[in-house]
């Protein structure tokens, strides 16, 4: 069975919100206990789970991936463009999900407070993050044996 160009893409923006969530759960670890953890961070609403409030934060990024797609500028461009792309669009999501997580973290966070001390002063968690979502598109886009 070969799987379409959008069932493919789907799959692939489903490393998007792992991503993200990965960042947050590591965020959470390293801030509660000061070094790398996994920890999920604690929500101010009752009733909601922390995955919910992800997915729903990766939002802006999952858009954007799938604009791309939809544009048709990750087929014409092809491999590179993917890894751009989904970098990119798991950026977004990411900081999109440091903003959404910000009050777990403390009560009185400006906009540029987020952007400096919980997304860039915490970028190695960023990038250990996207290993298991760029994981997820590689092998995705790699060709599979095709039997008739």
Known sequence: MVLREPAVRLLQGLGIPLSA???????????????????????????SHPASEVLFASLPGLLLFFACSALGLLRRHGGPALIATFVAAAALAAYCCAVAFAPSFGNTWAPGEIFRELYLAHWQLWVLSLIPGLLLVLLLQAPWPHTP
Not at 27 to 32: D, N, Q
Not at 37 to 45: D, F, G, K, M, Q
């Open 21 to 47: 969530g990965l960042f947050i759960g590591l965020l959470t670890g390293e801030l509660r206990h000061d070094r790398l953890w996994l920890e999920w961070p604690l929500t101010l609403e009752p009733g």
